[in-house]
């Protein structure tokens, strides 16, 4: 059974920093394409950055410069740095995983929310100004 957790939400004022986490269990953490996505209130859930298999990352025009994502295999961990953060970056996060293939491995990542098939229950970040 496919289980994502997310944890290290929080409330903080503008130009702060979070670190976001996402464990991971049952799925093949090495192979699978993993992505980190919002939602705000009245809003649809969008990419905010993605890491393939290898390590490749991808972001949202909106996070450049401000937001890394990382992740440790060995722990079965994904991570979000944000920094200088924003009141247009009040969310819901939530993490996903896409699972291509027993045999296939996500060669580059994706910021496309219907490639994923997996979620967690979300952490919620709030930015104050």
């Known amino acids: 059974q496919v289980q994502l957790v997310e944890s290290g939400g929080d409330s903080v004022q503008a130009g702060g920093s979070l670190r976001l986490s996402c464990a991971v269990s049952?799925?093949?953490?090495?192979?699978?394409?993993m992505g980190w996505f919002r939602q705000a209130p009245g809003k649809e859930r969008e990419g905010v950055a993605a890491?393939?298999?290898?390590?490749?990352?991808a972001y949202a025009d909106s996070v450049k410069g401000r937001f890394t994502i990382s992740k440790d295999s060995g722990k079965n961990t994904m991570y979000l740095q944000m920094d200088s953060l924003e009141p247009e970056d009040t969310a819901m996060y939530y993490c996903?995983?896409?699972?291509?293939?027993?045999?296939?491995?996500?060669?580059?990542?994706?910021?496309?929310?219907?490639?994923?098939?997996?979620w967690g229950q979300g952490t919620q970040v709030t930015v104050s100004s």
């Open positions: 996903g995983a896409a699972s291509l293939g027993v045999y296939v491995y996500c060669v580059a990542p994706r910021l496309r929310r219907s490639d994923y098939n997996s």
């Open positions: 049952g799925l093949t953490f090495r192979r699978d394409c």
């Open positions: 890491i393939g298999s290898g390590g490749s990352t």
